[in-house]
């Protein structure tokens, strides 16, 4: 995923406006006011009734910073939201109830449990492409689990970003939940630098992603981060190209391809490379009809950094289908790349955009060494009717998470964890891993008073025998 704020510099001009307010809501989780169920529950109430109530304004920041209409909007982002807090809901019981686990034979009859303690205050620290449901989804998670959370929106989406201040700041205490806006570079610095937060959760750029990291690592305070990365999308010689075609379509092109867990460049068998070519392009002119220009379905670019980036790497490549651009709009066209050389910067870097590459492989072992440039990628796709081929994939490359025969719909499952490795990311969320996220899991073994034989202590002489059946 690209960079969610700036680079961070040292500059902390707001430091002596925020510290006071994080102070305050380091008291208010102390006094244990918002560890309760009943807490937890009457803030997700609150929160899902303020995503309700401003359903329509959340539709209009979206289309204002991303130009997403509202099915989209509501697909990707609203309802992402929605299930996340009714599944909270239902399940807050069961995730907050300590869990009974197996005693060793050395120290029955003990019992032993897993209890799920609140963290403290943490800090949620949001991008830009999906500014909405990737800054409250993991704070569903924050507050379930009894914690305070900061947030910190992208001011590279300005409409949204204002939105939900209003929104958290007529709804919530501040001592609860407290939204910090500005330029990340100062204010994150600023926060984390002279506050320990208890845990910090990044979604972003790997270079901001480090730093955040440094400075977290400098209080010894975790950290979880949602990064991104090439990922790539392999097509075998058995598949179904029609389906394959329709679901790498959708996925790389909503949210005009600004999407971390996108299908960055396809590695598609040489034999039918032509015919999911033709397939694709077919398909881009049914979902944004001929002039995409004009589709209520297709967006834009988040700013004119990111389209001149991204122009740049049309020049990279034959273009196979699209390639019109429009600097005022921050328009470029779903685009298809044929003759990428490897070792072109489109081969390097995340595309982050509507850039599609599209690479051919003989054999296996020629697309995994290509795989293999950019290792540890955030999702992989496997489209073949072969479970065999499936298996041995999914074997093959290590990877966050993925679909077999599809794209990117495994982050609607909040059964699944959603998370990175290596470069790509550390930790994970949805659902109940969001919950477990932001929680310690606090082991207890309670232990009978009835019971206290001797072979437990000292002298300890002759007792070796019956140490090695006992611990074992």
Not at 364 to 380: D, G, H, K, W
Request: hydrophobic fraction near 40%; proline fraction near 7%; include cysteine.
């Amino acid at each position: 995923m690209l960079t969610t704020t700036a680079p961070i510099s040292a500059a902390e001009p707001q430091q002596d406006l925020i510290l006071p307010g994080l102070q305050a809501m380091k008291k208010h989780f102390q006094s244990g006011q918002s560890s309760s169920y009943e807490a937890r529950r009457d803030k997700l109430l609150r929160l899902q009734s303020v995503v309700r109530r401003f359903e329509e304004d959340i539709f209009r920041a979206l289309y204002d910073d991303l130009h997403k209409g509202k099915e989209e909007a509501w697909a990707t982002e609203i309802g992402i939201v929605h299930a996340e807090i009714r599944q909270a809901l239902s399940q807050l019981t069961s995730w907050m109830r300590p869990k009974r686990v197996g005693t060793n034979l050395a120290n029955l009859p003990s019992s032993s449990h897993i209890y799920n303690e609140p963290l403290g205050v943490v800090l949620v620290i949001a991008p830009w492409n999906y500014p909405f449901m990737l800054l409250l989804s993991p704070l569903i998670g924050a507050i379930a689990a009894g914690n305070a959370a900061v947030l910190k929106p992208s001011e590279y989406a300005p409409a949204t970003d204002a939105l939900i201040k209003k929104m958290i700041s007529e709804t919530f205490a501040p001592e609860e939940i407290m939204v910090v806006q500005g330029d990340g570079a100062t204010v994150l610095p600023a926060m984390m630098n002279h506050f320990r937060f208890d845990h910090v959760f990044f979604t972003g750029g790997t270079t901001v992603g480090r730093i955040i990291y440094q400075m977290a690592a400098s209080q010894l305070v975790p950290v979880t981060l949602e990064l991104g990365g090439k990922s790539p999308c392999v097509v075998e010689a058995d598949a179904n190209i029609e389906v394959a075609a329709r679901r790498i379509a959708l996925a790389k092109f909503s949210n005009a391809g600004q999407m971390c867990i996108a299908p960055d460049y396809i590695l598609v068998h040489h034999s039918v490379k032509d015919k999911l070519v033709d397939a694709l392009k077919d398909h881009i002119r049914k979902f944004y009809s001929g002039d995409p220009a004009k589709s209520e379905d297709f967006g834009r670019i988040i700013n004119e950094k990111q389209f001149r980036r991204l122009v740049a790497y049309l020049q990279q490549g034959r273009i196979l289908e699209g390639g019109k651009t429009d600097e005022s709009a921050r328009y470029i066209a779903p685009s298809i790349l044929d003759e990428v050389s490897p070792d072109a910067p489109i081969m390097k870097e995340e595309i982050f955009g509507p850039i599609l590459p599209v690479l051919t492989y003989k054999s296996m072992e020629e697309a995994l060494q290509v795989i293999a440039r950019n290792p540890n990628p955030l999702a992989f796709y496997i489209f073949t009717n072969s479970e065999k081929r499936e298996k041995a994939w999914i074997e093959s490359v290590p990877f966050g998470g993925g679909c077999v025969n599809n794209t990117a719909w495994h982050f609607t499952n909040p059964s699944l964890p959603f998370g990175g490795r290596g470069y790509s990311g550390t930790g994970a969320c949805h659902g109940k891993f969001s919950y477990d996220c932001f929680s310690h899991r606090k082991s207890v073994m309670k232990t009978p008073t009835w019971f206290d034989p001797g072979i437990k202590y000292p002298p300890f002489k002759g007792k070796l025998s019956l140490f090695k059946k006992l611990i074992r």
